[in-house]
């Protein structure tokens, strides 16, 4: 049930007490009625983080409580936020269950279609694969395409370290599709002061990795002449329209709020609280006035894994309340760790990781040793039962870098029946990985230190309403 439904039962039960009161009914049958109306009270304060008030609807489901048993019965032992994600099978992320839980939509076939019609492109392998698997409000933004209103992009990175692995590309390299697909603006919000929050590192040092992610990112692709890439120590300052909305933002949302969606606590500096309205002033397209020359309603369509959620849901709730239109969004999957799917890649960890640095034979080395395998412990079991794709990470990868349907299709085929062996399945991905990232680090050596400073600039983009 969604957190809408659940108020409008709650709505009509309320309405039952009432009418049996005033009806002078039994007292055993307005007493159930009164256990069956707290009860939905307690599930609608646990769905949705707030108390049910008659006229006054859910917003959209803004809190998700990420411990513990959820209000729908699932056993919700899924953890998904901005910074922590495991899973309790190995198989990974309940996805299906995480779209209930969010309220976000699938992506389905007819989503897929109608992206093909409006682009002209056939779909990515991330959108043919489920890789970006849940949106918000994609058919309101290609509604208004149809029409010939653009629409632009946004998306970010936090820069951590100056090491980025092959998980980090993931939501550029679909970003860069969307870009040329529908020949839009992109901007790129670099959170350095997001880091310096959350992490033992200096102000100059969350600036450098700026710069040096930025390297990575342009290394993608983006045309310099449709794309923004902006380090928030930076362009907070410059801009007084990103600066207003951000505070317009801070005004309509109270520390309960923050506290619920993202667990802060009391003890939090006052920099993590206020954050979030950070995150959310790119969505609104009148902060970057250079491109969209004043305009405040061009939608905004952001990208991204779904840990980073949360952070829309509060701007989604806040946008109406100032009078902004709220971004659409498309999530995607976490793009795994090498010991399985349990948990995501992480920078801090290098055996869980194939770094963007790393060489030939650290590829092959880590694959081999690392690489969580979904084959059978004897060459005569595996030939006999056949492995399992659905938790074998090489696999895994392969659905991410593999582009062509029918290669992956015969290696699900063959590792499913035994035909081919772990042994052989991790060859592939090393020979795919190899040449993909040493290309990676080709395009990346060409980018100099002026082409990340014309990326930076604040700038008029080619945009055309
Ligand atoms: N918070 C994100 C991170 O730590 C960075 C980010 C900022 C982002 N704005 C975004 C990611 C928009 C996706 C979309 O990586």
């Not at 009806?23 to 009270?41: P, R, T, V, Y």
């Amino acid at each position: 049930m969604s957190p809408m439904e659940l108020y409008e039962k709650l709505n009509a039960q309320g309405d039952k007490v009432r009418s049996l009161k005033s009806a002078k009914a039994e007292k055993a049958e307005i007493d159930a009625a009164i256990q069956l109306l707290l009860k939905l009270k307690v599930n609608y304060k646990q769905m949705t983080g707030q108390d049910y008030k008659a006229g006054c609807p859910p917003s959209e489901n803004l809190i998700v409580s990420n411990n513990g048993p959820t209000a729908d019965g699932s056993d919700g032992e899924d953890v998904v936020d901005p910074w922590n994600v495991s899973a309790s099978s190995a198989k990974g992320v309940d996805y299906d269950k995480l779209i209930v839980r969010f309220g976000s939509s699938k992506i389905d076939k007819e989503l897929l279609d109608r992206i093909e019609k409006a682009s002209g492109q056939r779909p990515h392998h991330f959108l043919r694969r489920g890789i970006f698997f849940s949106h918000r409000d994609m058919h309101q933004i290609l509604d208004a395409y149809e029409k010939h209103k653009s629409f632009y992009l946004y998306t970010g990175r936090g820069p951590s370290s100056e090491a980025m692995h092959v998980g980090h590309l993931i939501p550029f390299i679909f970003t860069k599709w969307l870009q040329d697909a529908f020949d839009i603006p992109l901007v790129i919000q670099m959170t350095d002061d997001e880091k310096y929050l959350w992490k033992d590192l200096t102000l100059e040092e969350c600036h450098r990795f700026t710069v040096e992610n930025a390297k990575d990112i342009i290394a993608c692709g983006f045309d310099v002449k449709k794309t923004f890439i902006f380090s928030d120590l930076d362009y907070m300052g410059a801009s007084p329209e990103f600066y207003r909305n951000v505070v317009k933002t801070q005004k309509h949302v109270t520390f309960n709020q923050v506290k619920g969606i993202f667990g802060f606590t009391d003890s939090d500096c006052i920099g993590k609280i206020s954050f979030p309205a950070i995150q959310a002033a790119p969505s609104f397209s009148s902060s970057f006035p250079q491109i969209f020359g004043g305009k405040k309603d061009v939608p905004c369509l952001i990208p991204c894994a779904i840990d980073q959620d949360p952070y829309f849901r509060m701007t989604r709730d806040v946008a109406p309340r100032i009078g902004l239109l709220k971004p659409a969004l498309m999530h995607s999957t976490f793009f795994p760790a090498l010991q399985g799917a349990q948990t995501k890649m992480s920078a801090s960890d290098p055996n869980s990781s194939i770094f963007l640095t790393d060489t030939p034979k650290q590829i092959k080395n880590k694959i081999n040793k690392h690489a969580f395998s979904g084959g059978k412990d004897t060459v005569e079991e595996h030939r006999k039962y056949g492995g399992n794709t659905e938790v074998d990470v090489s696999f895994l990868y392969l659905t991410f870098f593999l582009e062509d349907d029918e290669k992956l299709e015969k290696i699900r085929e063959d590792y499913t029946s035994g035909a081919l062996l772990t042994g052989e399945l991790k060859k592939i991905l090393i020979e795919t990985l190899q040449p993909m990232i040493a290309q990676h680090q080709e395009r990346r050596k060409q980018v100099t230190d002026e082409i990340v400073q014309q990326f930076m600039t604040p700038r008029p983009l080619n945009f055309k309403f």
